[in-house]
C-alpha cells in the first residue's frame, strides 16, 4: 500500500506477463484476476466499499476481479476499450477462427458483459458492439484516450551528438511489434536516402526491434537511428529535437485506433506522418484538424510524397502547426476531460 500523488495505490501480486513467450503470457493472464483477488482479500482494502470500478483492456482477463468488486458493493463497472483483441489478431493474420480464437472471444465477451459503460476511442468502433447494447441497462460511449503532463526530465538521446546531427528528424516513440507494420518506414527512410537533410529516429521497445535493427544494417540506411526505451518524462525533451512525429498501423487491421504516442506528439506540438489502415477514424481526424499529413495506401512512393509535403509546409509554419496540434490535445485528450466523462457515466 502506498500514496501517489494524494491516491491511495494498492499493488496486488500476479504472474508475470511481460517479456514472455504467448503461451505463458496467455496463463499468467488467466490466473492475473485470480491472483489479485486473493491479494486483494489478504490486504488492508478488503473490506473497503467502492463507488464505481473502472477497469482497462487490454488484458481481456480482468473481468472476474471486476464483477467481484462490484458484486461486492452493488456499484457500476466502466470499461475501458483500447483493443478489440482477439479481432485484430485475426485480422492481422495472427490467428484464425478455429479453438484459439472461440476461446479468447468468449472471454472477451465476458468482460464485456461485466461492464455497465463501454468507452471506446473512436466512433468507426461503436457497431461491434451493436449487440452488446441492446441489453438493458448498457451504455456505449466514445471515450478519447488521455495523456497527463509529464514532468520535465533531461533527455537521455542528444541528436547532435549523433551522425543524425543537422538533419530534419522524423521520430518514432513507442512499441515496435506486429501490430505496428513498421517496414514501410524502413522503406520510406530507404527512398529518402539521398536527402543528406533528413534522419528517422525509433526509440522504444518491441517484438520487432531486433529484426528491424538488423534490416536497416543490412541495407546500409545511415539515416536511421534505433534507441531503447527512454523514461516518459524523457519525451518533451526527444521531440523537442525533431521535426515530425510517426504513427504506424498495419494496414491489415481493421478496428480503429488511436495509438497512444499520436497523444505525446499532439502534447508536444509536433506535427505527425501517419501510414494507417485504410478507413481509419485517425486518418479523418489529422486531415480535419491539420496536424500532419496521413497515408491510407500502404504505398511507399505516396507516404515518400506525403513527408516531403509535410517538411515543405513545416517551411516557416512550425508554430501554427505547434498550435493546432497542443490545441487539439487540450480539447480532446486531456486527463481532465477522460476523469469528468468516466465519473459522469459511473454517476448517471
Known amino acids: 500500500m502506498e500514496d501517489f500523488d494524494e491516491v491511495q495505490v494498492l499493488r496486488l501480486k500476479a504472474p508475470r506477463t511481460k517479456d514472455v513467450g504467448y503461451v505463458r503470457r496467455t496463463l499468467g493472464e ?18 473497503e ?17 471486476a464483477r467481484a468488486l462490484k458484486n461486492a458493493s452493488g456499484c457500476k463497472g466502466y470499461l475501458i476499450i483500447r483493443d478489440i483483441f482477439p479481432d485484430w489478431a485475426v485480422d492481422m493474420g495472427l490467428m484464425k477462427r478455429g479453438l484459439p480464437y472461440l476461446f479468447f472471444d468468449m472471454v472477451a465477451r465476458y468482460q464485456y458483459s461485466v461492464a455497465d459503460i463501454i468507452g471506446v476511442q473512436t466512433p468507426g468502433n461503436r457497431n461491434y458492439f451493436d449487440c452488446w447494447q441492446q441489453q438493458p441497462g448498457r451504455q456505449l460511449e466514445i471515450l478519447q484516450n488521455w495523456l497527463d503532463t509529464p514532468a520535465a526530465a ?23 511489434g506486429v501490430a505496428q507494420g513498421m517496414d514501410i518506414l524502413l522503406d520510406l527512410a530507404d527512398k529518402m536516402y539521398r536527402r543528406s537533410d533528413v534522419g528517422f529516429l525509433f526509440v522504444g521497445r518491441g517484438s520487432e526491434v531486433s529484426r528491424l535493427r538488423a534490416a536497416a544494417q543490412k541495407r546500409q540506411l545511415d539515416n536511421v537511428m534505433f534507441f531503447e526505451e527512454i523514461h516518459p518524462d524523457e519525451i518533451p525533451g526527444l521531440y523537442a529535437q525533431c521535426s515530425a512525429g510517426i504513427v504506424v498501423l498495419d494496414p491489415r487491421h481493421k478496428s480503429h485506433n488511436i495509438p497512444g504516442k499520436f497523444l505525446t506528439y499532439m502534447q508536444s506540438g509536433l506535427p505527425v506522418l501517419a501510414s494507417v489502415n485504410r478507413g481509419n477514424d485517425l486518418a479523418q481526424l489529422i486531415r480535419d484538424e491539420r496536424v500532419g499529413q496521413v497515408c491510407e495506401s500502404n504505398r511507399v512512393d505516396e507516404l515518400l510524397f506525403l513527408a516531403e509535403e509535410l517538411l515543405t509546409q513545416l517551411e516557416g509554419n512550425t508554430a501554427a502547426f505547434s498550435v493546432r496540434c497542443k490545441g487539439l490535445f487540450e480539447r480532446e485528450f486531456s486527463v481532465k476531460k477522460a476523469v469528468g466523462q468516466i465519473v459522469a457515466a459511473l454517476s448517471s
Open 49 to 65: 466499499g467502492w463507488e464505481g470500478v473502472v477497469w482497462y483492456a487490454p488484458s481481456i482477463f480482468h473481468a472476474p476481479l
Open 154 to 176: 533531461p533527455c537521455s538521446i542528444q541528436v547532435n551528438e549523433t551522425y543524425l546531427k543537422g538533419r530534419k528528424i522524423f521520430v518514432y516513440a513507442g512499441n515496435m
Open 30 to 47: 488467466l490466473f492475473m484476476p485470480f491472483s489479485m483477488l486473493l491479494q486483494l482479500r489478504k490486504s488492508p482494502l478488503a473490506n
